[in-house]
C-alpha cells in the first residue's frame, strides 16, 4: 500500500494567516491526491483533487500544488471556519490511503 | 443535496459482526459508486471498500475475508458488514460517495459518522 506522510501533526495559526499543510508519499502517486476538511458534528469536506482542482464550492483561498510524492495544501488569509482537521488521500493506486491528519488550532 | 447518513448499534461484542446502514437522500445508488471509511482513535484513516451502481463491489485486502458491503435501491441504502470484529475494530464508521476521477476514487459526499466501540 502507498503510504501517505502527512506534517505537521499540529499547527497554530491567526485569522488572517497563511498556513501550508504537507503529504508525501511513500512512491509515486502522479498528480493524484485529494484534500479533506473535517469538523465535529460535520460532514467531511471534500477541499480539492487531482492534486489542485478545487471541488465545486471550495474557496478559492484554499489551493493545492505537487506531483509524484510530495503535495501540499495552502490556506491564505485564514478565516475562523478554516480551523479543524486536514487529510490527504491518494487516489493513484488502489487500495485507497489517507495521511494521518493535520489539526489546525487557533494561535 | 446529497446527504449521507449512518446508523446502527454503538457496541458490539467481541467475535460478533458490525452491521451499520447509509441511508442516502437525494442521489440514487443506482448511480455512481459508495463506500464505507473509517477513522480509528488517534485519527488513523482507512478506505474500507465499495459497492458500485450496478451492485459490484471492491474491498480493501485487509478486510478482504470480513468485509460485505451490500444494498436495497428500493431504499435507497447500502449496508457494511464486518464479521469477527475485534477491539482494533474500534472506530468512526463513515459512509461516502465515492467519485471515479482520472485515477483512482476520492469521496465527495460523506455522513457524519458513527461512533463504534467493540467491547464485552
Redesign the interface.
Known amino acids: 500500500d502507498v503510504q501517505m506522510t502527512q506534517s505537521p501533526s499540529n499547527l497554530a495559526a491567526s485569522p488572517g494567516e497563511s498556513v501550508s499543510i504537507n503529504c508525501k508519499a511513500s512512491k509515486s502517486i ?1 498528480k ?1 491526491l ?1 484534500w ?1 476538511q473535517q469538523k465535529p ?6 477541499l480539492i ?2 492534486g489542485s482542482t478545487l ?1 465545486s464550492g471550495t474557496p478559492s483561498r484554499f489551493s493545492g500544488s505537487g506531483s509524484g510524492t510530495d503535495f501540499t495544501l495552502t490556506i491564505r488569509n485564514l478565516e475562523p471556519e478554516d480551523f479543524g ?1 486536514y ?1 490527504c ?10 495521511g ?2 493535520t489539526k489546525l488550532e487557533l494561535k | 443535496e446529497v446527504q ?1 447518513q449512518e446508523s446502527g448499534p454503538g457496541l458490539v461484542k467481541p467475535s460478533q459482526s458490525l452491521s451499520l446502514t447509509c441511508s442516502v437522500t437525494g442521489y440514487s445508488i443506482t448511480s455512481n459508486y459508495w463506500g464505507w471509511i473509517r477513522k480509528f482513535p488517534g ?5 474500507m471498500g465499495y459497492i458500485s451502481y450496478s451492485g459490484s463491489t ?1 474491498y ?3 478486510l478482504k475475508s470480513r468485509i460485505s458491503i451490500t444494498r436495497d435501491t428500493s431504499k435507497n441504502q447500502f449496508f457494511l458488514q464486518l464479521n469477527s470484529v475485534t477491539t482494533e475494530d474500534t472506530a468512526t464508521y ?1 459512509c ?1 460517495r465515492s ?1 471515479r ?12 459518522g458513527v461512533m463504534v466501540t467493540v467491547s464485552s
Not at chain 1, 41 to 46: I, S
Not at chain 2, 43 to 47: I, P, Y
Not at chain 2, 101 to 112: I, K, M, N, V
Open positions: 502522479s493524484y485529494a479533506y458534528g460535520k460532514a467531511n469536506k471534500l483533487y487531482s471541488q482537521l487529510y488521500q491518494q487516489h493513484n493506486e488502489y487500495p485507497w490511503t489517507f494521518g491528519g | 449521507l485519527n488513523k484513516m482507512e478506505w471492491s480493501n485486502p485487509s463513515y461516502a467519485r476521477g482520472e485515477s483512482g476514487f476520492y469521496f465527495d459526499y460523506w455522513g457524519q
